[in-house]
């Protein structure tokens, strides 16, 4: 059975702060994984990774994939108190046809 | 169906004109979710409905976009005057439940709407 696992549950940390987030996956032919904010209900799109090693960023964050080891983290350096959210890590199969999410991360981030 | 159905698989319109996309999720699922795929861009969540319950429409892009589900199974999205940058590949999703983090989102096999 497809398994997408976050670490960890919640994070309370302090504006300025440097904070990173796990996903650890276990997808059949796995494609790619996506990494999402959630503030209110529908969430936002961050990245994309298909191809291991990348980096990618954006402003204060950024994200790689481990094909090898299986997971991808979540990079959010100067954080904010506008950070805070539950951040969602999902995978996609080959076939794009299923969408496996993990159970998040609460963040949040005080002044 | 054994799987989420979606119709039509491809739609070429011209600019200003409504688009209706149909999606029938799998037997049983309570939450549908509609997404948009830009070329080169993961997956942007527009709406979706758990159960028969009002549906969250935070994720749409603009007021010409709406959505609707018919006894909590078949949904339709709708696009009133459409505009070239709409044009994108239009996932529905359905699930079990509505529990992020414990279910797995089935997908259909879009639609490609092409905006003229």
């Known amino acids: 059975e497809d398994k997408v696992v976050q670490s960890p549950l919640s994070l309370v940390v302090h504006e300025g702060d440097t904070v990173t987030l796990n996903c650890s996956y276990e997808?059949?032919?796995?494609?790619?994984l996506l990494w999402y904010k959630q503030e209110k209900k529908a969430p936002t799109f961050l990245f994309m990774l298909?191809?291991?090693?990348i980096e990618k960023k954006s402003g204060r964050l950024s994200s790689i994939l481990d094909k090898k080891e299986l997971f991808s983290i979540l990079n959010i350096t100067a954080t904010q108190t506008g950070d805070s959210a539950v951040y969602l890590c999902?995978?996609?199969?080959?076939?794009?046809?299923?969408?496996?999410f993990g159970g998040g991360t609460r963040l949040m981030v005080k002044p | 169906g054994a799987g989420v159905s979606q119709s039509p698989s491809n739609k070429v319109t011209e600019k200003g004109k409504d688009v209706e996309l149909r999606c029938d999720p799998i037997?049983?699922?309570?939450?549908l979710y509609w997404y948009r795929q830009s070329l080169g861009q993961g997956l942007e969540f527009l709406i979706y409905?758990?159960?028969?319950?009002?549906?969250?429409k935070s994720g749409l892009p603009s007021d010409r976009f709406s959505a609707e589900r018919t006894g909590g199974s078949v949904s339709t999205l709708t696009i009133q005057r459409t505009q070239q940058e709409d044009s994108a590949v239009y996932l529905c999703?359905?699930?079990?439940?509505?529990?992020?983090?414990?279910?797995?989102?089935?997908f259909g096999p879009g639609t490609r709407l092409t905006v003229l």
């Open positions: 997808v059949t032919n796995f494609r790619s």
């Open positions: 409905f758990q159960g028969n319950s009002a549906p969250d």
């Open positions: 999703a359905s699930s079990l439940f509505w529990n992020v983090g414990t279910d797995t989102q089935y």
């Open positions: 298909t191809s291991s090693g």
């Open positions: 037997s049983g699922h309570t939450a």
């Open positions: 999902a995978a996609t199969n080959n076939a794009g046809n299923m969408l496996t």
